[in-house]
């Protein structure tokens, strides 16, 4: 994330993971697909290195959509290794019916690990790839799904649109006062096209 102009990584140790973790799971409650999620997850810095792998493999990945580069299997090991942690698996309602669920072979990773993966899953291969962008702003990091009607968004938020807006603004000013009065016009400093 950028905080008052500076990148933060919000995954700075497994107890800011724990923190991140849980309102993710405020967003997403669809999350405990996965059997086994909910239970206590052990925050240590094996589960925080894991986390890093996944994020880093997803950014690879979505820089590769966004950027209408192919895709290459090496991209997409550290993906599927994690989602080899789980199976699906059949269980009864109690009710004489049955649901699918997904059981986890590995809990102590896959609780937390496996949930982001299969939705990542379900992005990149059922979304609509056009809609996957990068945040406009420079200095932002973030990827977003667009869900608006035109699919045009460019930023990830209304703050980096409005920071990026003032930047831009700042930078016009700054051209202007720069730029050498134009000679036809001599009231007008000349613009560049
Ligand atoms: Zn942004």
Redesign the pocket.
Known sequence: MIVRGKKRDILSSPDALARWWEEACKYHPDSNVVKGAGEPVTWDTDLLDAMKMVRMALRTLSAHVVEQHAVYEGDLEPLNEVLALGYPSLEGTGQGTMISVIRLRDAKIGAVLLPIVLFALRLFTEADWQRLYK?K?DR?V?FFYDTTKSGTRH???LG?MNRSRSIQHYRRTIEEKLLPIDLVNPGNPARPD
């Open positions: 945040c702003n932002c973030l930023w990830c938020s980096c």
